[in-house]
């Protein structure tokens, strides 16, 4: 096979050619090398390389291992890189900043143990925002990721890495992370899956405080459903290092499933109440008329709730958890002046939170979650757009306006993602196409409390009724 063949695979596709033996370890990670090489230098999705010699005889001993019959899973030899806020062991962690510039992990988180067991070899990290705060993945420590589909803009974040290097096919496969968005906005910008499973689908062992912080995740990513379905369910599972952790399930697709008569509620712009940038909208409900086609019933729907009582909760919940988990390099004038201004902007603003004010922000976002249970009676799903704007300029931080409402906060342009984050709720992230200029944009599949399988299916279903994935950029 050519290193063009190889690295057009999917993931899924390019474990079954290795256990074939239609290719090797050994071809696999030379032609992921070499077209990092070529293309890294222009995108910066991957960065922290591991030496290449090293990651060879990695693969040699993976193809030894095939020749004695032994497979340690079906990433055995797929090269992968993790995304710079979880720790690998050995493999510098610098959450994009410069207070971690240095900083080498001593264990695998338990999501990377579990990659590592499946026989993938990590071959570096790929690139975030500083701290992952804010969608634009830029920091000071290895600079800004561009979007393969225009090297002038910005591939989002904060998997802003993870989903370039999947664009441009300089990993098979990818992990990221979600607190606002992070794997679904990224997944827009750059035409690949983004998936979001319900919280505690994935465990995580390192954080130093384990029952408060219920708004992020691990999550997938890849160039096709399938290929995040498998990473999810080997990344998932039951683990008592995270108490919030769910048991282990299946989760294996039903390919062919029929959709005929589901229920999908378009929630579009929650009436009027999100500005959006021109053509996004009406690129996200073009996709509509696609489910339809596979036999779901479709509605507009407003929510009967107000929007900005989820926003202000939203806001409480980040700045306090913000400000308590970084307060201590904050409280040191010298790593102060190292952070850039929203994260210090995040923490003021959290430093003084009460008590109650954090009751009464879990409390309006406990009544959003009941809310959409009863969304959940006359719906099977739910469908919103990924991001509010196409990718803009990789020099802008972030968009300061949209359709003319100014935006008060760094992070206000993404808040169409938080109202499924605020609820915990299972959503793939899936292309809706291109503007006229060539830009891609995508859309939010949401499904009912710990219904990922069932989002992923019809995510699927999606996926073989369009041909957005089978697009790449022109690098």
Request: hydrophobic share 40%; net charge negative.
């Amino acid at each position: 096979m050519q290193d063009e063949d190889i690295t057009g695979l999917s993931a899924t596709d390019l474990s079954e050619a290795i256990h074939d033996g239609q290719v090797s370890c050994v071809e696999v990670m030379k032609a992921y090398l070499a077209r990092i090489a070529r293309l890294n230098p222009k995108v910066n999705a991957i960065v922290s390389l591991r030496d290449a010699d090293a990651l060879l005889a990695e693969a040699e001993v993976c193809d030894t291992e095939l020749a004695a019959g032994k497979s340690r899973g079906w990433m055995h030899g797929l090269p992968i890189a993790i995304k710079d806020l979880c720790e690998v062991k050995g493999i510098r962690c610098t959450y994009g900043s410069p207070l971690f510039a240095d900083f080498v992990p001593e264990k695998d988180e338990v999501m990377v143990e579990r990659i590592r067991d499946a026989g993938a070899i990590i071959i570096g990290k790929t690139n975030t925002p500083e701290q992952g705060l804010g969608s634009q993945s830029y920091n000071p420590v290895h600079g800004t990721t561009k979007n393969p589909y225009d090297l002038t803009k910005t591939a989002g974040g904060s998997s802003g890495g993870a989903a370039a290097a999947l664009a441009a096919h300089l990993l098979p496969v990818a992990d990221g992370s979600d607190m606002m968005g992070s794997l679904r906005n990224p997944a827009a910008f750059n035409n690949v899956v983004g998936f979001r499973p319900s919280y505690g689908r994935i465990p995580s062992s390192l954080k130093l405080e384990l029952f408060m912080g219920q708004l992020s995740v691990l999550g997938p990513m890849g160039r096709t459903v399938r290929d995040a379905a498998a990473l999810l369910a080997t990344q998932a599972g039951y683990d008592p290092r995270d108490p919030h952790s769910l048991a282990t399930e299946d989760l294996t697709l039903h390919e062919n499933r029929d959709f005929s008569g589901a229920r999908i509620a378009w929630l579009g712009d929650l009436g009027s109440y999100l500005p959006f940038e021109p053509g996004v909208l009406e690129l996200c409900r073009a996709t509509l008329p696609v489910f339809e086609r596979i036999g779901c019933k479709v509605e507009d729907v407003v929510p009967d709730f107000d929007m900005d009582d989820v926003w202000r909760s939203w806001t409480t919940l980040r700045s306090w958890l913000a400000a308590n988990g970084m307060r201590d390099n904050y409280n040191d004038p010298k790593k102060r002046a190292l952070m850039k201004p929203e994260i210090v902007w995040e923490i003021e603003r959290g430093l003084d939170m009460t008590g109650r004010e954090v009751h009464f922000a879990s409390k309006r976002r406990s009544a959003w979650y009941q809310y959409l249970l009863t969304l959940f009676e006359r719906y099977d799903y739910l469908i919103l757009p990924s991001a509010q704007v196409f990718p803009f300029d990789a020099t802008t931080h972030w968009p300061k306006e949209i359709a003319g409402r100014k935006m008060d906060t760094y992070h206000r342009w993404m808040e169409v993602v938080i109202g499924p984050s605020m609820a915990g709720l299972p959503v793939a992230a899936m292309p809706a196409g291109f503007s006229s200029n060539g830009l891609p944009n995508g859309i939010q599949i949401i499904g009912r409390p710990r219904a990922d399988r069932a989002v992923l299916e019809l995510a699927l279903a999606y996926e073989a009724a369009t041909d957005w994935l089978d697009r790449r950029p022109q690098l």
